[in-house]
């Protein structure tokens, strides 16, 4: 017959009263066995290629362009674009010209630059006073003998161009309408003035520094035309010396544009004025 002893519980089993115990003690000697490890590299970079084997894939050269090209490319665009601004602008807004007499003498000097509005007298109209330049197809200038081409002609003809010359051609005039289609303009009453439409005008914009001789006519501006006269009016071969050719009349569609601003010489830059004052007493023409 068995002997009635006490059975002493198995430590080892789960879920007796000494496993949490024990269970606890075994992750803390755990943990502490792996912070003794030492770390390995890997741990903090991946592994690399197999020694003494290369990567199936070649890495990348750097391409960043040399300093040189980068700034030669940034020059290059900036010159292609204020070409292309530079033609516009010639084409549909401004034009440079340069002045080569001293008929406009004090307003314009001499080898003056300006820069003419193309905008008037078409979609603007012209005004009485404005300076306008204008082609001469009434052969008020002698003709231009042909200039011989240099090796670097091409060049200046390329520039002007695109607008980035001033026109220096010869073949174009400088004056101040006068006169607009259906004025009356005469020259000159009792006290010496010029008179359009009957009121005398007081023209401050003449050259004071001789006094202008009296030319005398009686003109009617036909339609499409202007009568036009130089500042300068003793040194000034305009309307009133060509009534031989189109009656002295400019053509409107002979003018390129009304001059806007003297551009060069630096001491010199202004904009040009059409002295509206002088002919606001004016009445219009017929």
Same mark, same amino acid.
């Given at each position: 017959?068995?002997?009635?002893?006490?059975?002493?519980?198995?430590?080892?089993?789960?879920?007796?009263?000494?496993?949490?115990?024990?269970?606890?003690?075994?992750?803390?000697?755990?943990?502490?066995?792996?912070?003794?490890?030492?770390?390995?590299?890997?741990?903090?970079?991946?592994?690399?290629?197999?020694?003494?084997?290369?990567?199936?894939?070649?890495?990348?050269?750097?391409?960043?362009?040399?300093?040189?090209?980068?700034?030669?490319?940034?020059?290059?665009?900036?010159?292609?674009?204020?070409?292309?601004?530079?033609?516009?602008?010639?084409?549909?807004?401004?034009?440079?010209?340069?002045?080569?007499?001293?008929?406009?003498?004090?307003?314009?000097?001499?080898?003056?630059?300006?820069?003419?509005?193309?905008?008037?007298?078409?979609?603007?109209?012209?005004?009485?006073?404005?300076?306008?330049?204008?082609?001469?197809?009434?052969?008020?200038?002698?003709?231009?003998?042909?200039?011989?081409?240099?090796?670097?002609?091409?060049?200046?003809?390329?520039?002007?161009?695109?607008?980035?010359?001033?026109?220096?051609?010869?073949?174009?005039?400088?004056?101040?309408?006068?006169?607009?289609?259906?004025?009356?303009?005469?020259?000159?009453?009792?006290?010496?003035?010029?008179?359009?439409?009957?009121?005398?005008?007081?023209?401050?914009?003449?050259?004071?520094?001789?006094?202008?001789?009296?030319?005398?006519?009686?003109?009617?501006?036909?339609?499409?035309? $202007?009568?036009?006269?130089?500042?300068?009016?003793?040194?000034?071969?305009?309307?009133?010396?060509?009534?031989?050719?189109?009656?002295?009349?400019?053509?409107?569609?002979?003018?390129?544009?009304?001059?806007?601003?003297?551009?060069?010489?630096?001491?010199?830059?202004?904009?040009?004025?059409?002295?509206?004052? $002088?002919?606001?007493?004016?009445?219009?023409?017929?």
């Amino acid at each position: 017959m068995p002997e009635n002893h006490a059975r002493i519980p198995d430590p080892g089993h789960d879920g007796g009263p000494d496993a949490p115990a024990a269970s606890a003690a075994a992750e803390k000697d755990a943990a502490a066995a792996v912070e003794s490890l030492p770390v390995s590299s890997s741990d903090s970079a991946p592994a690399g290629p197999a020694s003494g084997k290369h990567s199936a894939a070649p890495q990348a050269e750097s391409s960043t362009p040399s300093p040189l090209f980068a700034w030669l490319k940034e020059v290059a665009t900036v010159i292609v674009i204020a070409v292309v601004l530079s033609f516009l602008i010639k084409t549909f807004l401004f034009r440079a010209f340069f002045i080569p007499s001293e008929s406009m003498v004090s307003t314009l000097d001499v080898d003056d630059r300006i820069f003419v509005n193309l905008l008037v007298p078409e979609p603007f109209s012209l005004s009485r006073g404005d300076v306008v330049v204008f082609r001469d197809t009434n052969g008020w200038l002698p003709a231009v003998a042909e200039k011989s081409e240099g090796p670097f002609t091409w060049v200046q003809d390329g520039l002007t161009f695109v607008g980035l010359l001033p026109d220096n051609s010869e073949q174009h005039l400088v004056k101040r309408v006068i006169g607009l289609p259906g004025d009356h303009v005469v020259c000159c009453d009792t006290g010496g003035k010029l008179t359009v439409n009957g009121t005398a005008i007081d023209e401050s914009y003449v050259n004071t520094a001789e006094v202008p001789q009296v030319r005398n006519f009686d003109v009617t501006v036909p339609e499409g035309k $202007v009568w036009v006269m130089g500042d300068n009016r003793n040194h000034s071969a305009d309307s009133r010396s060509h009534v031989d050719a189109n009656g002295g009349f400019i053509n409107l569609a002979d003018i390129e544009g009304k001059a806007a601003v003297i551009a060069w010489p630096l001491n010199r830059i202004t904009v040009l004025d059409n002295y509206p004052d $002088v002919f606001k007493n004016v009445p219009a023409g017929g």
